[in-house]
């Protein structure tokens, strides 16, 4: 879906791209807009998670027909395929999939450059804005289409002055996918 | 030669942004910077009128826009009509490539603070990136003797 740098060769060609300045100032401008409409950072970071939940749910579908995986055997192979090829499927960016915790239910995506965030600065009144919570959203919606509650939050964040972004991810629930039907139906 | 101060200035000639690359100017030099940037915009309103009908093709480097006791006075239009004009020192000669490759570079900076979405258009830039890339710019062509550490409006 975005293009920058040399020619997106990550990208399988079946996917439209859009330039990244266009995507990127957009985004701006909705953020800057919720800010506008809620006043309050909480809210907005809230609102942002929401908006990337109801993204993700859709998107996973989109990422499943396209990407040609084979089905993830464990939560550490999930966390490889958001980190590996959904994100450069999407953002032209890839993680590192580091921290896990020892009972492998928790670990952080780690990326460096983010599509998201470019050029941006976060002025000091808007410290608490949680910038890139869109992406929070929408990991935890397409995780949960496919039957993982997961959460997601940011722990660092180049915009408020860490070395990387980081995306902890801690899974909550592993549903076995149930019918809403039974077999006599 | 060095660069002494660089200013940007909005469509409206609102002032965005003037520092000056003195490690410690007075209040005197500093009123003397505004003063000298303020005349360059006449001298920039000048230069396009008498350049450019409505045909010609707009060359954003304005050049050499005058000189005056201690400086020497360039200037840059982008197509937004945001001027960016810089002062260098009156000692030695200055490349005209030179000079346009500094315009060039601050004119991308300029770009990229703009770009930034909590950036607020027509006020004064407030931006510590801009500000440390800015030096870095500039430091290609440093005062002699100056260090970096100058001060903002």
């Known amino acids: ?185 | 030669m060095g660069i002494a101060a660089v200013a940007f200035i909005g469509p409206q000639n609102n002032p965005l942004y003037l520092r000056s690359m003195d490690p410690s100017p007075s209040d005197d030099q500093y009123m003397k910077l505004h003063y000298v940037v303020h005349c360059a915009l006449d001298a920039v309103e000048e230069k396009v009128l008498l350049k450019r009908g409505p045909s010609d093709s707009q060359d954003a480097y304005l050049g050499l826009l005058y000189p005056t006791e201690d400086y020497r006075v360039y200037g840059y239009l982008t197509n937004s009509h945001v001027k960016i004009i810089l002062l260098f020192d009156d000692e030695g000669t200055i490349k005209n490539e030179m000079v346009l490759r500094v315009f060039r570079r601050l004119h991308a900076l300029y770009v990229d603070t703009a770009s930034n979405p909590f950036h607020s258009f027509g006020l004064p830039i407030r931006s510590g990136r801009f500000e440390a890339q800015l030096e870095g710019i500039v430091a290609v062509a440093p005062k002699p003797g100056a260090s970096l550490g100058g001060f903002m409006t």
């Open chain 1, 1 to 185: 879906m975005l293009r920058g740098g040399p020619s997106g060769a990550r990208n399988p060609p079946s996917l439209e791209q859009i330039n990244a300045e266009v995507f990127t100032l957009t985004y701006g401008s909705i953020v800057r807009q919720l800010i506008a409409d809620f006043e309050d950072i909480e809210e907005v970071n809230k609102q942002l998670e929401q908006m990337g939940y109801n993204m993700g749910i859709r998107l996973v579908d989109e990422f499943l027909a396209k990407a040609k995986i084979s089905r993830c055997s464990s939560f550490r192979d999930t966390a490889d395929v958001v980190a590996k090829q959904a994100l450069p499927m999407f953002l032209n960016v890839s993680a590192n999939v580091t921290n896990w915790s020892p009972d492998q239910t928790e670990c952080s995506l780690v990326l460096t450059d983010n599509p998201l965030a470019d050029f941006v600065e976060l002025p000091e009144e808007y410290r608490e804005l949680k910038y890139c919570n869109v992406l929070a959203g929408v990991v935890r919606g397409a995780l949960e289409m496919v039957n993982m509650d997961v959460e997601c939050r940011w722990v660092s964040d180049m915009l408020r002055g860490d070395d990387c972004y980081e995306l902890r991810i801690k899974l909550k629930e592993h549903r076995d996918e149930k019918f809403p039907y039974k077999d006599d139906d």
